[in-house]
């Protein structure tokens, strides 16, 4: 059982590239997040999904976009990097939005140059 | 506005307990939840509270006061894989999770 995995491990992108962060999960969870950690901040949420075919915006959307076309999928997506999207990218799950803990993946690590 | 704080950094000895505090404020509340992040890698569930008082969990503890805004991890008998950030959180009225940025704890043989 792999839990949460996400791709690529890690990046370097020139800005004003389209990058497409991948996330799939095994353990049928219906809530999927996608956050940002920047040093000396916390995490950020970027969008949501409470369960698959619907997504909401976190903190911080603009810039990225999401969709959750089934349960196990949430890829995010920069449509023209800008360097300050330079971040340690990791997606989340929980069973459901209200009731359980967040389960993250390894996390994702892009530089925009 | 929303904010979690917590003390960016803390250094405690091989053996010893330590207490990270944390002081929340969330539109609404739907529990505190504290994660351990080692280096380099993605943060790992440690503890929930919703209700005030003590959760003991092995050698680690979490309190809260829903009155105070404030929580605390408590970890006994240290060990040198404790090393790690601590991310304290607080879930708002929305289940969003707005989260600190975490203590650095350096443990010291």
């Known amino acids: 059982i792999a839990g949460i995995t996400q791709a690529p491990t890690s990046q370097i992108l020139a800005a004003g590239r389209r990058m497409t962060l991948r996330c799939t999960q095994d353990?049928?969870?219906?809530?999927m997040y996608w956050y940002r950690q920047d040093l000396g901040l916390g995490l950020r949420l970027i969008h949501y999904?409470?369960?698959?075919?619907?997504?909401g915006k976190g903190e911080v959307p603009d810039g990225y976009s999401v969709s959750r076309a089934n349960t196990d999928d949430f890829p995010l997506t920069l449509a023209s990097a800008v360097p300050s999207q330079t971040s340690v990218y990791f997606c989340?799950?929980?069973?459901?939005?209200?009731?359980?803990?967040?389960?993250f993946g390894p996390g994702t690590r892009l530089t925009v140059l | 506005g929303q904010n979690i704080d917590q003390p960016t950094e803390m250094t405690a000895t091989e053996g010893a307990i330590v207490q990270i505090n944390c002081t929340y404020q969330?539109?609404?509340?739907?529990?505190l939840f504290w994660y351990q992040q080692h280096a380099g890698e993605a943060p790992t569930f440690l503890s929930y509270?919703?209700l005030d008082g003590l959760e003991e969990k092995g050698r680690f503890s979490s309190f809260l006061s829903r009155s105070k805004g404030y929580s605390y991890l408590l970890l006994k008998e240290l060990q040198m894989k404790d090393s790690a950030s601590y991310l304290c959180a607080g879930r708002d009225s929305n289940y969003q999770l707005i989260w600190g940025a975490g203590t650095k704890l350096i443990i010291k043989p």
């Open positions: 989340a799950s929980s069973e459901t939005g209200e009731v359980s803990e967040q389960f």
């Open positions: 999904s409470n369960t698959a075919g619907t997504t």
């Open positions: 509270n919703v």
């Open positions: 353990m049928r969870h219906n809530a």
């Open positions: 969330t539109s609404g509340f739907n529990g």
